[in-house]
């Protein structure tokens, strides 16, 4: 595992962001609010695979791949179990991924 790349770990860093700011709720305000705070959820969650892949022009489209899966990963486990899970279970896929030893050639 010693030539792991950094850039290997920097999506986990957008998904725990992204978890960190969907975890923030205030579930009074947001039941009486004019329009529904959900959609702005979801819409900021479709922003971010969007920006993911923009980026990826620029620094590879497996960084954007990997913050899509590691996305779409988070927003399961929340579904799932709860917030923390949700940003732990990318870090946890990684890091198999580096045990089962894909970490050699990332781009697949």
């Known amino acids: 595992m010693g030539s792991t790349q950094l850039a290997y770990f920097t999506p986990v860093l957008v998904v725990i962001a992204v978890m960190y700011?969907?975890?923030r709720q205030l579930y009074e305000a947001e039941t009486t609010a004019v329009l529904p705070v959900r959609q702005f959820d979801q819409g900021a969650?479709?922003?971010?695979?969007?920006?993911?892949?923009?980026?990826?022009?620029?620094?590879g489209?497996?960084?954007?791949?990997?913050?899509?899966?590691?996305?779409?990963?988070?927003?399961?486990?929340?579904?799932?179990?709860n917030e923390a899970t949700a940003a732990a279970a990318g870090l946890m896929f990684l890091v198999?991924?580096?045990?089962?030893?894909?970490?050699?050639?990332?781009?697949?």
Not at 61 to 81: E, G, H, P, V
Not at 96 to 108: A, H, V
């Open 21 to 23: 700011c969907l975890d």
């Open 45 to 59: 969650v479709i922003l971010t695979a969007v920006l993911a892949h923009a980026a990826g022009l620029v620094v």
């Open 96 to 108: 198999i991924n580096l045990i089962l030893g894909r970490t050699y050639n990332p781009d697949g």
């Open 61 to 81: 489209m497996d960084i954007a791949r990997n913050a899509t899966l590691l996305l779409a990963l988070a927003l399961l486990m929340l579904r799932l179990a």
